[in-house]
């Protein structure tokens, strides 16, 4: 059996983790075997997601610590590895530059794609075989005025690494998965490794994202296929970072489907092969109504605000400053309908106030509630009451548990992507 080594950063409550375990579990040729992880929450006084990852999988070769202090004061900490994984929070990823008295490239406030770039450097020989990240769909875009410029310098870094990168806009509900999250995956293969050679062999680079590479064979593609871009990113990062995209154009260059080899870029617009039947809301939810607490029905002196806010509206609106300025938005189904897989969960899904982008349904009784922390974890695909674990003593308060599934995955998505990389891993 081949064991894959994973390091997981930026790990949260350990979706990666649970995706890549359940990827292998009963197989007979991999496992994967998460011997590191690193969990920090800037600025919190407790650390909620670090402390539930513990309970759940041990603190035997966990950190909470800040990942650059770490790299920068403790790298022995972070052990050799096969698999790098990672959600990077979505920070302005900021304008790389050179400086003169290093041969780093750093960022003014990317700081935590950076930390992801130094432990590969820093490994060197012994860096990672075999990336798999994730991030919002807006990655690919950023910033407004130089369009798609941050995605170039993290691709062209891996480049200078020795790496090529695949990369993939995954929208889990059209797999089947119960929630309509759009994210981008982003897989990278080190000179050498055997997808990386594999990779090489193959004549039409295109090919690899839209029929025969690792993403592809775990989420297949309709034959539509759009216009092949072509970019080359063969340039010093820091001369990338200033020129890319410097016109300024309305669409980045990039689309949701790529792949990185040598420096050069190939991206198409794909859609999904969409074969799956859709897992809906009634399927995850809680049957029996007498386990739902009082809480999270809404009151009803509450309801007109809560129709007010998922209504459309167009109306006049004035700034602190006295700005006068016409406010418009399009109104929301309400209460959300069961037969159709959840909206994006956000970090604000949680509390009684009513809000806009919180998820509210019709329960069997007639009344309107909203999701309890168990269903949110289920629309993520994690385990019941993973994120229910005692903190600092006390449970974890149930609007923690939801800004925690906010900022989470969905699970499923990474246990297809950790079969398909698993299989080309062990497939001569």
């Known amino acids: 059996m081949k064991k894959i080594r994973v390091v997981e950063l930026f790990a949260g409550v350990g979706g990666f983790r649970l995706g890549l375990e359940k990827a292998s579990k009963n197989k007979k040729d991999f496992k994967y075997d998460t011997i590191w992880s690193s969990q920090w929450e800037p600025g919190a006084s407790t650390q909620h997601a670090s402390e539930i990852y513990i309970k759940n999988f041990g603190k035997e070769g966990h950190s909470c610590e800040d990942i650059q202090e770490v790299i920068e004061k403790n790298f ?105 999250r759009r994210r981008v995956f982003i897989l990278g293969y080190k000179k050498g490794s055997v997808v990386f050679n594999k990779i090489k062999n193959e004549k039409d680079k295109v090919d690899w994202i839209t029929k025969a590479g690792v993403v592809v064979k775990a989420f297949p593609l309709t034959k539509k296929i759009s216009t092949v871009k072509e970019i080359d990113l063969k340039k010093e990062l820091d001369v990338l970072s200033k020129d890319f995209s410097k016109e300024a154009p309305a669409k980045s260059p990039f689309e949701n489907t790529g792949i990185m080899f040598e420096g050069k870029v190939y991206t198409l617009k794909t859609e999904a092969d969409i074969k799956n039947p859709p897992t809906r809301i009634r399927d995850i939810l809680i049957t029996n109504e007498k386990e739902i607490p009082e809480e999270f029905y809404l009151k009803e002196s509450e309801l007109n605000r809560w129709t007010y806010l998922k209504g459309g509206k167009s109306e006049e609106r004035k700034s602190k400053s006295g700005f006068e300025y016409n406010y418009s938005e399009g109104s929301m189904v309400f209460p959300d309908s069961l037969d159709s897989p959840s909206r994006t969960i956000v970090t604000g899904e949680g509390g009684s106030s009513p809000s806009r982008f919180k998820h509210v349904i019709k329960a069997k009784s007639g009344r309107m509630r909203r999701l309890t922390p168990v269903e949110l974890e289920r629309l993520n695909m994690f385990p019941d009451n993973h994120t229910r674990e005692m903190v600092s003593g006390k449970i974890t308060p149930d609007t923690k548990r ?18 398909s990389l698993g299989k080309f891993i062990t497939t001569d």
């Open 76 to 180: 022995k900490q972070i052990p050799n590895h096969d698999l790098l994984v990672g959600g990077f929070p979505c920070q302005d990823y900021s304008v790389a530059r050179t400086l003169s008295q290093s041969e780093g490239i750093y960022g003014k406030k990317g700081v935590l794609w950076w930390s992801i770039y130094n432990i590969l450097h820093k490994k060197g020989k012994n860096s990672p075989d075999f990336l798999m990240l994730e991030n919002v769909d807006r990655l690919l875009k950023s910033p407004s005025k130089q369009r798609g410029r941050d995605f170039a310098v993290m691709l062209a870094s891996l480049w200078k690494l020795g790496y090529a990168a695949e990369w993939r806009v995954i929208n889990a509900a059209e797999y089947g998965f119960p929630q309509r």
């Open 402 to 419: 939801a800004f925690i599934m906010g900022n989470a995955l969905v699970v499923g998505v990474i246990t297809e992507l950790g079969k």
